[in-house]
């Protein structure tokens, strides 16, 4: 008899844990869950349209999942179709592998009001996922966007606002999408970050990919660097290479369309409008030794009128029922992946939302490092193989397996060769459903 290991999530994460489980034992029995109709997780729902040579990677983890000992089950939501209880004598381990699926809040905003949102329902919206339209409706954009936060995904979101649509068409972005970006010319896109340019949290790629559009130029606002923070840039090539980048932006070209990023910048108030919000921040400046520095709040302050506000300031992992999770950092409780008992986690829900894709690798190898060692003073082998599916059978739960993703795959790219695009996504369940005939 083989070990069997179930999986909770098909996301990059989970992903990276199957291949090295494999790795170390090619005989081992895998079974996957997901609750979305599809797998890949933020590689198909997170990661920006335009770059598609990350989403390639999809190629990449499809290999994985195909191996014969591995088999997937999306559609089935663990902790409400399946219950950890039903499981957790079954499997010799269980990985959760859920991330980080949610937004962080900010406290100065009311998320109720149609003119703000989180940065999560606009990514989803751009890529062709579900998003929740009484948390974010569309068109409420307008000529002038603001966002919050200053990591990748603020810049994603900042970059698919103002890059062409011509240049976004042959993408996997929806056609609704831009139409409405078409009909909406959104202008200028205000950036505001609450410290300085050497504690902007993105990466240089990202950065550049911004700077270098077209059509836009980029003015910085309170652009300034000290002593101290030049000493945090000694040690961070990342830092080093983002203040080259702010440093070589040119003042005075002006286009039709912008992007401004204001530092030192704190929102201390949102006044809402019909259909404009008032923005009023505080100046902020640090104090403190090099990657140290205390944030403060001067007395100076001003305001910026706009007609949309995306917060985008992270993301963070929730509770699954029964699993020790940490309710201030928002991540499953563990010891170099290690939970308790049979219970292994690896990617965001143990780390929380950093790095990118590749950083789940070492971080799966980590976890699955800590399995084969607990398996060494617990062998037992357990009867996990086909367990899953005959559960979900005798639960009349629709699930879609591998060979369902190959045909929805072919679907949509099928669809993409129509209508000159990569792919055409289909993500609405019942639509997948009928589509393969479940
Ligand atoms: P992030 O990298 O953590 O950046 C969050 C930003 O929000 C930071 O500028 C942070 O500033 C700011 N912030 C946090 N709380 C705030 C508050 N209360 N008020 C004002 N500002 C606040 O998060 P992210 O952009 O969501 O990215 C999540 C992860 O996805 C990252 O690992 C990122 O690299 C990855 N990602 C990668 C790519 C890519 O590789 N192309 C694309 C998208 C996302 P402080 O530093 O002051 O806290």
Redesign the pocket.
Known sequence: MSISVLIIGAGPAGCYVVEQLLKKDPNISIDILEKNPYPFGLLRT??APD?QKIKGLQRYFEKILANQNVSLFTNVEFGTDIKYQEVKDIYDGIFICTGSATD?L?DKLDYSHHLNCG?LQVVNWYNGTYYNPKKFNPQHLNSSIAI???????L?IARIFLKPTSKLQSTEIPNQVLDLLNQKHISDVHIF???GPA???C?PK?LEEVLELENASCTLHDFKVSSVDLEEAESTNRIKKNLELFKSISAGTQNKQALHIHFYS??DKCIYDSDKLTLRFNKTKLAGSPNQQKLIETTDSYELCTNFLIS????RGTPLSEIPFNDNTHKIKHTLGHVQDNIFTAGWIKRG????IGTNKRDALESVTSFFNYLESNPTIKKGKNTIQHLLQSKSITFFTYQDWTQLDDIEIQQGIKTNKSRVKISDKQKIKSLLHK
């Open positions: 997170g990661v770059h962080n900010h940065s919050i936060g200053l990591g990748n995904v603020a994603d970050v609450r410290r504690q902007a949290k990466s990202e704190k929102l985008s300031i992270g993301y939302p950093t790095g990118v």
